[in-house]
């Protein structure tokens, strides 16, 4: 089995080959590739790379598969004695990457 852990936008994700990712928006157009060369842990069968921080030559290629919004968040405030009462809501920005290749050297 083969499967990488990349530092992406200030976050770490566990990665596999032809898994589908969900994260925060990526300035990328749709279909585009991105080679992420973050590769803080690298294994593949019984060989285990890690980094320090990174591993050398270590890469994980992605396609951009869309982007869009994630669930609604209701946020609602209160204050006390004052019949103050307000409910916003916040969509996050999201993409969806497509984990191609997962390679070292």
């Given at each position: 089995m083969?499967?990488?852990?990349?530092?992406?936008?200030g976050k770490q994700?566990?990665?596999?080959?032809g898994m589908s990712l969900t994260l925060d928006r990526v300035a990328e157009?749709?279909?585009k590739s991105l080679?992420?060369?973050?590769?803080?842990l690298f294994v593949d069968g019984d060989t285990v790379k890690i980094g320090a921080p990174y591993v050398d030559g270590a890469t994980v290629k992605a396609t951009v598969l869309s982007?869009?919004?994630?669930?609604?968040?209701?946020?609602?405030?209160?204050?006390?004695?004052?019949?103050?009462?307000k409910?916003?809501?916040?969509?996050?920005?999201e993409t969806v990457?497509?984990?191609?290749?997962?390679?070292?050297?």
């Open positions: 083969k499967y990488a852990v990349i530092l992406f936008q994700y566990r990665v596999e080959e157009e749709e279909k080679t992420l060369k973050d590769v803080l982007h869009g919004r994630g669930e609604k968040i209701r946020v609602a405030t209160f204050k006390a004695k004052s019949k103050e009462r409910t916003i809501g916040h969509r996050q920005a990457l497509k984990i191609d290749t997962i390679s070292a050297k």
